[in-house]
């Protein structure tokens, strides 16, 4: 019994937030039962030498992604739109603060 | 259209997918970038992948023994505090890795259930006892100062996800190897007997360390393959040679001798030659001879057990809350 309900606990993906100023990064994933023990639980795991002044966590089966075959199709769009980079427009060299 | 040209179309389809698959992972390890867990990927990669990631992890589960023994009778409160740290991490180091090799398709319990029962293998140090204060020194200079070496490579493996997880590990095991190396320092500036106390872990702990880096290349056949897949870097044999480079200097700083008597400097190669390790000691104590080799296994279980009720009342007060929301969520959903 005591292994089923250890197998149920669900996976939980955590962001820490570094300092102020900062984004929430993914530092990693944990088991927990629920959300109150996930955050304690990563308060443990991913924060015991000030790598955060805020956590958060959320149930790893509640993440959509795109699909990894998909890669080309879903990410065509910017190739070949390079004057959207500052770097396509090169006549200005030379002048300053442009 | 008959079913089975039905079955015949969906196998070629399932063929040349694989084939696409094999070429984009392929064209990704020879880019010497990295493979994510949703990817691709041959078989016999993540089989080994699996097997090495939660054999690591279940070193470090098993590793907090032989320390964390002494973590009642350290001499001090600043070392007790010190080492319950060390011992803490390392549990943290099961976990990141245990989080990696589930990304690989294996769950958790899966893995913890191959630990208790016998069937995965673990680090055969761990199967040491430490004896002494000293040994905790030993330990931490030797054994996590062997496992930087291992692991600082392991960094930039071809599995992401492992990858992360050995970034973080080796942030943490600087502070492990340094607080050994003082351990051993202290006691070596010490009284005669805290001298000969340090001397004899480093004497114990020296070989089977050596040892951490695994048998020699000749007799490693699955290297070469974790090498093509950029699972491994360096060989077997090439990291032990660093490690022993590293450490005879650290031991001068000592003031502690390493006991092996054909240990010298090699000017024509630029590095030190050392003697032939004990390989039938190493091969018994994985098998299970080791002098702790069932003792780590019955504390490993013990604590399993021992957590049970914990875990049980945290799965029931979740699910008991979980409930209640619902009941709230359904009356209001019946007031309105
Ligand atoms: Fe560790
Ligand atoms: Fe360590």
């Not at chain 1, 955590?14 to 100023?21: A, I, N």
């Not at chain 2, 399932?14 to 949703?38: C, K």
């Not at chain 2, 493996?157 to 202290?186: D, N, T």
């Not at chain 2, 809350?321 to 959903?333: F, N």
Request: with cysteine; hydrophobic share 35%.
């Amino acid at each position: 019994m005591t292994e089923s309900l250890n197998a149920s606990w669900p996976l939980w993906e955590v962001f820490v937030r570094s300092s102020r100023g900062l984004s929430h990064v993914h530092a990693g994933s944990l088991h927990a039962p629920d959300a109150t023990m996930a955050l304690r639980n990563a308060r443990d795991l991913y924060t015991r030498r000030n790598e955060g002044t805020s956590v958060w966590v959320m149930p790893s089966d509640s993440i959509s992604s795109s699909d990894p075959d998909s890669k080309g199709g879903f990410f065509e769009s910017p190739q070949g739109k390079d004057f959207r980079h500052a770097t396509y427009y090169t006549k200005s060299e030379g002048v300053k603060h442009l | 259209m008959s079913t089975t040209s039905q079955h015949s179309d969906a196998a070629v389809a399932d063929i040349e997918a694989e084939r696409a698959g094999q070429q984009r992972f392929d064209e990704i390890i020879a880019a010497d970038s990295r493979i994510e867990p949703r990817d691709w990927m041959p078989a016999g990669y993540r089989k080994t992948l699996v097997r090495q990631i939660s054999q690591h992890a279940h070193s470090e589960i098993i590793g907090m023994q032989p320390e964390a023994n002494w973590i009642t009778r350290a001499p001090s409160l600043k070392r007790k505090m010190i080492l319950m740290a060390k011992v803490q991490d390392e549990a943290g180091h099961g976990l990141y890795l245990y989080s990696a090799a589930e990304t690989l398709g294996t769950s958790r319990e899966e893995m913890v259930q191959q630990l208790l029962s016998g069937k995965a293998k673990y680090s055969s140090i761990f199967n040491y006892p430490a004896r002494s204060w000293a040994d905790v020194g030993a330990i931490g200079w030797l054994v996590d100062g062997a496992a930087i070496q291992n692991q600082v490579p392991l960094c930039r493996a071809s599995y992401a996800p492992y990858g992360r997880a050995m970034v973080r590990v080796c942030k943490e095991e600087s502070f492990h190897q340094r607080q050994g190396w003082e351990i051993l320092l202290e006691l070596s500036n010490g009284t005669p007997e805290q001298k000969q106390m340090a001397q004899d872990a480093v004497n114990r702990f020296y070989g089977p360390a050596l040892q951490m880096f695994g048998p020699p290349d000749d007799d490693s056949p699955n290297s070469q393959q974790s090498m093509a897949w950029n699972i491994k870097r360096f060989s077997n044999d090439e990291l032990r040679q660093r490690f022993v480079d590293m450490i005879v200097p650290q031991a001068e700083a000592l003031g502690l001798t390493l006991p092996d008597p054909d240990l010298k400097w090699n000017e024509e190669r630029g590095h030190y030659d050392f003697g032939e390790l004990d390989w039938d000691e190493f091969m018994s104590v994985i098998k299970g001879n080791g002098p702790c080799n069932v003792q780590r296994m019955q504390h490993r279980r013990e604590a399993h057990e021992n957590g049970a009720w914990v875990r049980e009342a945290a799965a029931a007060y979740a699910e008991k809350q979980a409930r209640r929301q619902q009941d709230a969520a359904d009356a209001h959903l019946i007031g309105a």
